[in-house]
């Protein structure tokens, strides 16, 4: 089989024992790679009432058939898994090095499961998979961690692991890679996953390469569309995501003051990626194959490391009202140590910091005071929240649980959709986001559906959009919100950036490398055929765990309550009309939910029962 190596190592930890998965071309063809083998797995080695923290969630990674092969922005990898900080799906998507270092090991994915006695890390080279004892890589942060291991196995390696954070099962917690430069799968909590195996990193590498059903015309397409993504993407590389923080401020994007606020016009530009460049910015960094390199490094008093992107430089920044560039970096700097998801972390400190201000917390709950714009709290909470110290321990089970736990209608600031916060993109700028956080399957999520650069300014003919949308109107935004879930779950599979995408890589450049690389003729309509199969297999796990359409919704305060100024005030979400049009387009029932003529349609029937919460 060309582009794979066509096995996937189950790795059971409680038995120390490994099995090879061997599968074929019908099933790559089906499932892909990435997103849509890792929730195959999922659904195959999962029940609805497995617990996200048993011994029994798998624990899966996925490459994809890019991987490898040079394709521009490919090395990236998929972490599936049962989220502990939502009970749902969960998929993360993390670039670096460790994808490409994983299919070199003669593997395109792992399937953990159980529990180990004792901390231990897997390393796992040319096919055969070794378990070795972690007692000393225990307590460690996640660059001591690679450090320790790339010490003790040479730099051509890819190392995943977990800091504090996920050894203390903190539901905030992500899985780390590349040290400081901090590639996560951060959203959801498998860093939590990981931590409740006892298991502290997997180390992978060796020399199995896969072979190009059409090396030389791959070749020639890769070398044109890298001279367009460096071309298109200088920007991005000169000031990274967080270039984008004035626009997002100006547009009435940017989450501030616990999204209640409309503008930040006065301190936006002390916080943003051009600020960033004429001060901490050090270099930048690109992860595997990708010549865009939107990765930021920054020099904080002598000690250089992966700088904040946009998301974070939002949620610990503006959404907590700290302008503090040099803060921010250093609470991002922290984040990425001890192993936690910058978005979410940010936002339940906004949220506790909404509750001090109106005396829900006090002094003695939160070791102080903590006011808006508050840097020092900032950090002090990140502390409180890795080691579940105080407060920290129930802000760590995210903003959903906690405010369920402090009571006092503080669920009311509790930003989040099916217990998983907010990023840093508002549903009141750009509409779309408003089915794309409801119906999105881990909860709110930009990356699960991406359509808000198309309300913006550019334009996607494939998908019926050869005009940009207007991002204020609410009709056609639930169809739009659909077309654009199928294209991620194949980005996503396939696994590119979707930098990538949003730079101009359409669907027949993605069809054509599938082909080069596997073999697969791929029409359009296969394309999005074979989308919406995975997505809608991700939409059965949830049915099964109990999530229907009344959990498809979005905070009263992105409902309700309009931005008071700036690009996008007085403007609400008509979300009802959305979700009319979504499950109506998807074909799905009244309830929101797929039927077994949605799953036997897309040829995943096996998995009906999944559908019988
Ligand atoms: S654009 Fe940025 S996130 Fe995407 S692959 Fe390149 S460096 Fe990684």
């Given at each position: 089989?060309?582009?794979?190596?066509?096995?996937?190592?189950?790795?059971?930890?409680?038995?120390?024992?490994?099995?090879?998965?061997?599968?074929?071309?019908?099933?790559?063809?089906?499932?892909?790679g990435?997103?849509?083998?890792?929730?195959?797995f999922?659904?195959k080695?999962?029940?609805?009432?497995t617990?996200?923290?048993?011994?029994?969630?798998?624990?899966?990674?996925?490459?994809?058939?890019?991987?490898?092969?040079?394709?521009?922005?490919?090395?990236?990898?998929?972490?599936?898994?049962?989220?502990?900080?939502?009970?749902?799906?969960?998929?993360?998507?993390?670039?670096?090095?460790?994808?490409?270092?994983?299919?070199?090991?003669?593997?395109?994915?792992?399937?953990?499961?159980?529990?180990?006695?004792?901390?231990?890390?897997?390393?796992?080279?040319?096919?055969?998979?070794?378990f070795?004892?972690?007692?000393?890589?225990?307590?460690?942060?996640?660059?001591?961690?690679?450090?320790?291991?790339?010490?003790?196995?040479?730099?051509?390696?890819?190392?995943?692991c977990?800091?504090?954070?996920?050894?203390?099962?903190?539901?905030?917690?992500?899985?780390?890679?590349?040290?400081?430069?901090?590639?996560?799968?951060?959203r959801?909590?498998?860093?939590?996953?990981?931590?409740?195996?006892n298991?502290?990193?997997?180390?992978?590498?060796?020399?199995?390469?896969?072979?190009?059903?059409?090396?030389?015309?791959?070749?020639?397409?890769?070398?044109?569309?890298?001279?367009?993504?460096?071309?298109?993407?200088?920007?991005?590389?000169?000031?990274?995501?967080?270039?984008?923080?004035?626009?997002?401020?100006?547009?009435?994007?940017?989450?501030?003051?616990?999204?209640?606020?409309?503008?930040?016009?006065?301190?936006?530009?002390?916080?943003?990626?051009?600020?960033?460049?004429?001060?901490?910015?050090?270099?930048?960094?690109?992860?595997?194959?990708c010549?865009?390199?939107?990765?930021?490094?920054?020099?904080?008093?002598g000690?250089?490391?992966?700088?904040?992107?946009?998301?974070?430089?939002?949620?610990?920044?503006?959404?907590?009202?700290?302008?503090?560039?040099?803060?921010?970096?250093?609470?991002?700097?922290?984040?990425?140590?001890?192993?936690?998801?910058?978005?979410?972390?940010?936002?339940?400190?906004?949220?506790?910091?909404?509750?001090y201000?109106?005396?829900?917390?006090?002094?003695?709950?939160?070791?102080?005071?903590?006011?808006?714009?508050?840097?020092r709290?900032?950090?002090?909470?990140?502390?409180?929240?890795?080691?579940?110290?105080?407060?920290?321990?129930?802000?760590?089970?995210?903003?959903?649980?906690?405010?369920?736990?402090?009571g006092?209608?503080?669920?009311q600031?509790a930003?989040?959709?099916?217990?998983?916060?907010?990023?840093?993109?508002?549903?009141?700028?750009?509409?779309?986001?408003?089915?794309?956080?409801?119906?999105?399957?881990?909860?709110?999520?930009?990356?699960?559906?991406?359509?808000?650069?198309?309300?913006?300014?550019?334009?996607?003919?494939?998908?019926?959009?050869?005009?940009?949308?207007?991002?204020?109107?609410?009709?056609?935004?639930?169809?739009?919100?659909?077309?654009?879930?199928?294209?991620c779950?194949?980005?996503?599979?396939?696994?590119?950036?979707?930098?990538?995408?949003?730079?101009?890589?359409?669907?027949?450049?993605m069809?054509?490398?599938?082909?080069?690389?596997?073999?697969?003729?791929?029409s359009?309509?296969?394309?999005?055929?074979?989308?919406?199969?995975?997505?809608?297999?991700?939409?059965?796990?949830?049915?099964?765990?109990?999530?229907?359409?009344?959990?498809?919704?979005?905070p009263?305060?992105?409902?309700?309550?309009?931005?008071?100024?700036?690009?996008?005030?007085?403007?609400?979400?008509?979300?009802?009309?959305?979700?009319e049009?979504?499950?109506?387009?998807?074909?799905?029932?009244?309830?929101?939910?797929?039927?077994?003529e949605?799953?036997?349609?897309?040829?995943?029937?096996?998995?009906?029962?999944?559908?019988?919460?």
């Amino acid at each position: 089989m060309y582009g794979y190596n066509g096995k996937v190592a189950l790795v059971d930890l409680a038995n120390r024992a490994t099995r090879t998965i061997d599968y074929d071309e019908e099933f790559a063809r089906k499932f892909i790679g990435g997103s849509g083998m890792g929730s195959y797995f999922l659904l195959k080695y999962c029940t609805p009432n497995t617990e996200p923290l048993s011994q029994d969630n798998p624990l899966i990674y996925m490459v994809g058939p890019y991987q490898g092969t040079g394709i521009p922005t490919s090395g990236r990898h998929q972490v599936v898994t049962r989220s502990p900080l939502t009970g749902a799906f969960l998929e993360s998507d993390a670039g670096g090095t460790f994808g490409f270092f994983l299919k070199r090991s003669g593997f395109d994915g792992l399937i953990i499961v159980g529990k180990s006695e004792k901390p231990v890390y897997l390393s796992i080279f040319n096919g055969s998979v070794a378990f070795n004892d972690a007692q000393q890589l225990w307590g460690l942060d996640t660059v001591e961690t690679e450090g320790v291991l790339k010490k003790l196995y040479g730099r051509a390696v890819g190392v995943s692991c977990i800091g504090p954070a996920g050894e203390n099962m903190v539901p905030l917690a992500g899985i780390f890679h590349d040290g400081p430069d901090a590639r996560a799968a951060g959203r959801g909590g498998a860093g939590a996953v990981m931590g409740s195996k006892n298991l502290k990193a997997i180390v992978v590498g060796g020399d199995r390469t896969v072979e190009s059903f059409h090396k030389e015309r791959l070749a020639a397409s890769v070398k044109e569309k890298v001279k367009l993504l460096k071309d298109r993407g200088y920007g991005l590389s000169l000031y990274g995501t967080s270039g984008g923080t004035a626009l997002a401020e100006e547009l009435g994007d940017l989450p501030i003051k616990n999204w209640s606020l409309g503008s930040f016009k006065d301190k936006v530009t002390l916080i943003t990626g051009q600020r960033m460049a004429e001060t901490i910015l050090a270099g930048n960094y690109g992860c595997m194959a990708c010549p865009i390199r939107c990765g930021r490094v920054v020099d904080l008093d002598g000690t250089i490391c992966g700088g904040p992107e946009y998301e974070t430089v939002a949620m610990l920044g503006s959404n907590c009202m700290v302008d503090d560039l040099n803060v921010i970096a250093e609470a991002n700097a922290l984040c990425n140590r001890w192993g936690l998801d910058t978005i979410s972390t940010g936002a339940v400190i906004a949220f506790a910091m909404e509750l001090y201000e109106r005396g829900i917390l006090v002094d003695s709950d939160v070791q102080g005071a903590l006011r808006w714009g508050d840097g020092r709290g900032v950090l002090r909470l990140i502390s409180m929240i890795t080691f579940k110290e105080g407060i920290g321990a129930i802000l760590g089970q995210g903003t959903k649980k906690a405010s369920e736990h402090i009571g006092k209608g503080s669920a009311q600031f509790a930003i989040h959709v099916k217990g998983l916060e907010l990023p840093a993109h508002d549903p009141r700028c750009f509409k779309s986001l408003a089915s794309g956080y409801a119906t999105s399957v881990r909860g709110a999520c930009h990356l699960n559906s991406y359509s808000y650069p198309w309300e913006r300014s550019m334009t996607f003919p494939e998908l019926g959009y050869p005009d940009t949308v207007d991002r204020k109107e609410d009709k056609g935004k639930g169809i739009m919100t659909a077309k654009f879930q199928n294209l991620c779950s194949m980005v996503d599979s396939l696994k590119i950036c979707k930098f990538a995408v949003l730079l101009g890589i359409d669907i027949a450049t993605m069809c054509d490398w599938l082909l080069c690389v596997t073999g697969f003729n791929l029409s359009l309509e296969d394309f999005l055929q074979t989308g919406e199969r995975i997505y809608t297999m991700k939409k059965a796990f949830n049915v099964g765990v109990g999530l229907a359409r009344e959990h498809d919704t979005l905070p009263e305060r992105i409902l309700k309550e309009p931005r008071d100024s700036g690009g996008s005030q007085g403007l609400l979400p008509d979300l009802e009309r959305q979700l009319e049009e979504y499950y109506n387009f998807r074909g799905w029932k009244a309830n929101g939910v797929p039927g077994k003529e949605n799953l036997d349609k897309l040829g995943i029937g096996e998995f009906a029962h999944w559908l019988q919460a």
